[in-house]
């Protein structure tokens, strides 16, 4: 058993690392850079951990603090979104010239959705939870976040092909 909060906040945030650092980039994207959100996040998650009621809610409990990070840092910058900062953005060094471009326009084709499809999309597609989770989350029905797929979606696939043609 973990001895300090040091310790036990550490043992529950490696599982969940990845998954928490593509979150952070995909929302965080053409916005600020996805490290200081994630460092922001953390520091906050660390100052609240023992506000935390079940350790098997850890990562909600992080991307709920990310949220409110994000929205604050999009009030205090009055939510515009600076497309210039878009290449700046941090991608994989190991990602292929071909695959970055396809990375880069999803993230532009992401940018156009409503916060709810955005947020649920990458909450399901990148970080992989479940229905239930999102709805957790997002605190609205499952049947609410089905439906934010869906559309979401069907959205990004009319984005992405518009852009092609």
Same mark, same amino acid.
């Given at each position: 058993m973990p001895k300090s909060k040091k310790d036990q906040f550490m043992i529950l945030y490696q599982p969940v690392h990845e998954r928490f650092e593509r979150f952070c980039r995909? /929302?965080?994207?053409?916005?600020? #850079?996805h490290r200081d959100l994630m460092n922001e996040t953390l520091l906050i998650a660390f100052e609240?951990?023992?506000?935390l009621q079940k350790l098997e809610s850890f990562l909600s409990f992080l991307i709920?603090?990310?949220r409110r990070v994000l929205g604050n840092y999009l009030q205090k910058k /009055?939510?515009?979104?600076?497309? #210039?900062h878009l290449e700046n953005?941090?991608?994989?060094?190991?990602?292929?010239?071909?695959?970055?471009a396809d990375i880069h326009f999803l993230h532009l084709a992401l940018l156009k959705l409503s916060d709810e499809k955005r947020e649920a999309i990458l909450l399901f597609e990148i970080l992989g939870l479940r229905i239930h989770e999102i709805a957790e989350i997002q605190k609205v029905s499952e049947v609410a976040v089905r439906q934010r797929l869906k559309r979401g979606r069907d959205q990004l696939a009319d984005i992405l092909v518009t852009k092609r043609n």
């Open positions: 995909a /929302q965080s994207f053409g916005l600020m #850079d609240k951990f023992e506000t709920g603090i990310c /009055q939510t515009e979104k600076y497309q #210039d953005t941090a991608l994989d060094q190991q990602t292929c010239p071909s695959e970055k």
